[in-house]
């Protein structure tokens, strides 16, 4: 073959080294889905005769277009955060855009064929009976994880539009990061008791794992190809690498404490999976070792073959853990059969013997392993860059405020009894939302970071910062439908639905509250939507969520018309807030530098 160096001419060409790397990414998904279902025929109880069968079409296919639908879903991430972060401003930012667009087109395809497998799987019907509107649409909203990959499948097609009208590709990126959570939020991990912790602990699992499989195919194929900038994404690509490894380690371990015991992984098909899954991160995490100590500093010298070579294999094996991952997820844990202690531990995953009070909502405490990791992360992270550099105190304050804030609301008593009492449901939402989201967007923490506004913008939609109207827009969609339009009463008590409303909540809050020229219209638009959904729960002559409050079986009593009428006197409470938040902006002023 020759020498590693460029100039002995053995190499091949940049288009070369990327166009060759896709054979691999077939061959992992191929071997991935081969894994994927024979774990799956190796682990499911065998059919009884006389008992409903999907068939074979069902029983096969689900496993392997699911992990089909995972790996597109990484490389899909993988190419947003290429044009984020890894790919300067040019023709290949504008390739890995188109590239992800059309990735995630077939993601949402499959996605939704997913919701079909999914239905006809669990309801124990063949593809030909479960197709019939009359038996698909209703079985869809039975099962939480059909709905999961609906909103999977709603989310990819969105960032398929997305890419065809130039949105930014940060919210290309954020979508299709949200793209990947709902499923890891249902399934095994979101029942029984501390179901709230396994669920939150695999969506952080899976999350860090598109992002770090997804950038390593996005680090060869795109940036490897070209040695102008190759050598900056890589050094940043590693570093982003081994945070997603240590979140990848981490959540798998508290997801296995919660779910088997230690025999289990020794007498049990779900603990070999377990361990041969944790093999393969170990192995993962010694390869990005040896790309940091041997390859890379290489690759600084101009030499690629290495580099290449050891990614591939990372590649490939990547993607025979994503196979394994599946193949984990439809066999039944060990612990499967155990019951709950109360109907309350194993709708909401923890008990709530007692009425809240005051003293109860301080001292009650329950880590939410999403907003509180966010904000132990995000208090962190701020300090850790002002560290020998001078910086005004008041955002320093603001920052940290924020962050506890998040923690405040999803962490203490009042975080534990918000699924079950809509008044405290209301006020975490308010708290996330708005104050926190205030709060953190006084922190400045893009400046503090080094990123700026592109210079002379003169509006806040200049440059890559979102309009803030449609900011706005966004922001109101979640409430509007909840609680104006009555939409919680389906979705009230799903885990799922909490984190993605939080999240949304959170984003869209910060970003609009953080826009360069901050605009009075936007922000008194968000006045109006508290206002809109306060009168609406005041006025309304049902409960929301009555079913679900109900089921719960609380053992205190539980005035379900009171609390909502409590809840919609905070929406108004919020909106007033709100609008004296709007007054205090100017109606425009110079932007700041970021």
């Known amino acids: 073959m020759g020498s590693d160096s460029p100039a002995a001419g053995a190499e091949p060409s940049a288009p070369g080294r990327a166009a060759a790397l896709w054979p691999v990414v077939v061959l992992g998904a191929v071997a991935a889905a081969v894994v994927a279902v024979g774990l799956t025929a190796r682990t499911a109880a065998p059919v009884l005769a006389g008992l409903p069968d999907p068939g074979i079409a069902v029983r096969a296919g689900l496993p392997g277009v699911r992990v089909v639908a995972e790996v597109l879903a990484v490389l899909v991430v993988g190419a947003y955060l290429a044009a984020v972060l890894l790919v300067p401003e040019g023709p290949d930012r504008d390739r890995a855009l188109r590239l992800g667009g059309r990735l995630a087109g077939f993601w949402a395809l499959l996605s939704a064929v997913l919701v079909v497998l999914t239905v006809a ?117 590693s570093a982003i690498a081994l945070g997603c490894w240590l979140v990848v380690a981490a959540t798998g371990v508290v997801n296995a404490f919660l779910r088997v015991h230690p025999v289990d992984l020794l007498t049990t098909d779900y603990g070999y999976l377990l361990l041969a899954k944790t093999a393969a991160v170990l ?93 132990l992360v995000g208090a962190l992270w701020y300090l850790s860059r002002l560290r020998n550099r001078a910086w005004p105190a008041e955002r320093t304050a603001s920052w940290l405020l924020g962050c506890l804030v998040l923690a405040v609301a999803t962490s203490s008593g009042l ?33 503090l970071a080094g990123v700026r506004a592109p210079e002379g913008a003169e509006d806040a939609g200049a440059g890559r910062w979102p309009k803030p109207w449609t900011v706005a827009g966004v922001y109101a969609v979640p409430p509007l439908l909840l609680y104006a339009g009555g939409l919680h009463d389906q979705l009230a008590g799903q885990h799922w639905v909490r984190v993605v409303l939080l999240l949304w909540s959170l984003a869209a809050g910060w970003v609009l509250f953080s826009a360069p020229v901050p605009r009075r219209g936007p ?65 425009r002023r110079e932007p700041e530098p970021y």
């Not at 990819?156 to 130039?166: D, H, P, Q, S, T």
């Not at 010298?301 to 050891?310: D, E, I, M, N, Q």
């Not at 599946?326 to 060990?334: E, N, Q, T, Y």
């Not at 699924?419 to 709060?439: D, E, N, Y």
Request: glycine share 12%; with cysteine; proline share 5%.
């Open 415 to 447: 975080g534990r009894y918000e699924p079950a009492v809509f008044s405290a449901h209301l006020l975490v939402q308010v708290l996330v939302g708005f104050v926190a989201s205030v709060l953190l967007a006084h922190g400045r923490a893009p400046e």
């Open 121 to 237: 799987d669990a309801m124990g019907m063949t593809l030909g009976e479960v197709v019939v509107p009359s038996m698909l649409f209703p079985g869809i909203g039975r099962f939480t994880v059909a709905i999961a990959w609906l909103v999977s499948a709603h989310l990819a097609g969105l960032v398929w539009l997305w890419e065809k009208l130039a949105v930014p590709p940060i919210a290309l990126l954020a979508t299709a990061v949200a793209g990947v959570a709902p499923v890891a939020l249902t399934g095994h991990s979101s029942a029984g008791g501390n179901h709230d912790w396994a669920g939150d602990s695999l969506m952080a699992h899976v999350v860090a794992a598109s992002v770090w499989v997804g950038g390593l195919v996005a680090v060869l194929v795109v940036a490897g190809a070209h040695r102008s900038y190759a050598v900056t994404a890589t050094r940043l690509y």
């Open 523 to 587: 922000v008194l638009a968000v006045a109006v939507v508290y206002l809109v959904c306060g009168i609406a729960l005041l006025e309304r002559e049902s409960v929301l969520g009555q079913s679900f409050y109900t089921a719960l079986e609380l053992g205190w009593r539980h005035d379900a018309a009171g609390i909502q009428a409590a809840a919609g006197w905070i929406a108004v409470a919020a909106a007033v807030l709100v609008a004296v938040y709007a007054g205090s902006l100017g109606a």
């Open 283 to 375: 192995l993962l995490g010694a390869l990005g070792y040896l790309h940091r100590v041997r390859t890379i500093p290489r690759l600084e010298a101009g030499k690629f073959r290495a580099f290449l070579r050891l990614g591939a294999v990372e590649v490939l094996l990547m993607l025979v853990t994503v196979g394994i991952a599946v193949g984990l997820a439809r066999s039944p844990g060990p612990r499967a059969g155990a019951a709950p202690g109360s109907v309350t531990e194993e709708l909401l995953g923890y008990g709530l013997p007692d009425r809240p009070t005051l003293v109860r909502l301080a001292t009650q405490w329950r880590p939410d392993l999403v907003f509180g990791t966010l904000a």
